[in-house]
């Protein structure tokens, strides 16, 4: 059974037109704020402090400005030439645990009533296959329902 696709009517164009827009609008505005960024930082580099209080249009305004920095390391190179020792600078790094949450989870069961949290397809996989009933979970938990919607925009059907 095939689903209807929405019908665009006028009204519905109108409101994707603005939305396209506003899309460029937000890029140019994070373009020039960038750009100002810039601006004050460089004004700023070199006064003491990290705070800059300036009255200006006769409001107050205060400008937190400071440097950081990033160093990146080439882990194989590091891993390489330290052997063993490699581990002694290692931290835990969260992206590569949620990259590698299988491989981890069972030496963190230990822990995991500190740090887990109850999976919605975990529970759903336990009420499945009879390790827990949908009545362990009455009014346990709280449904939110939030719109999401994300138009995106490609190159114009004239141009191509």
């Known amino acids: 059974m095939e689903t209807m696709q929405p019908i665009l009517t006028p009204e519905i164009e109108a409101v994707l037109r603005r939305y396209?827009?506003?899309?460029q609008e937000e890029r140019r505005i994070q373009e020039e704020k960038r750009s100002l960024q810039f601006t004050l930082f460089e004004h700023l580099k070199?006064?003491?402090g990290r705070e800059w209080h300036v009255t200006v249009a006769d409001r107050r305004v205060k400008v937190i400005?400071?440097?950081?920095?990033?160093?990146?390391y080439n882990e194989k190179m590091l891993a390489t030439r330290?052997?063993?020792r490699y581990l002694e600078?290692?931290?835990?790094?969260?992206?590569?645990?949620?990259?590698?949450?299988r491989l981890v989870e069972p030496y963190l069961?230990?822990?995991?009533?500190?740090?887990?949290t109850p999976d919605r397809d975990r529970i759903r996989k336990g009420i499945e296959t009879?390790?827990?009933?949908?009545?362990?979970?009455?009014?346990?938990?709280v449904r939110?329902?939030?719109?999401?919607i994300a138009v995106s925009v490609g190159l114009s059907t004239t141009a191509l």
């Open 89 to 101: 600078i290692l931290a835990v790094d969260p992206k590569k645990l949620r990259e590698h949450e």
């Open 46 to 48: 070199d006064a003491p």
């Open 130 to 141: 009879g390790l827990f009933s949908s009545e362990d979970f009455k009014g346990a938990f």
């Open 144 to 148: 939110t329902v939030k719109p999401f």
């Open 109 to 116: 069961r230990p822990v995991l009533l500190q740090i887990g």
């Open 20 to 23: 396209m827009e506003i899309q």
């Open 82 to 84: 330290l052997g063993d």
């Open 65 to 72: 400005h400071e440097e950081s920095t990033r160093v990146t």
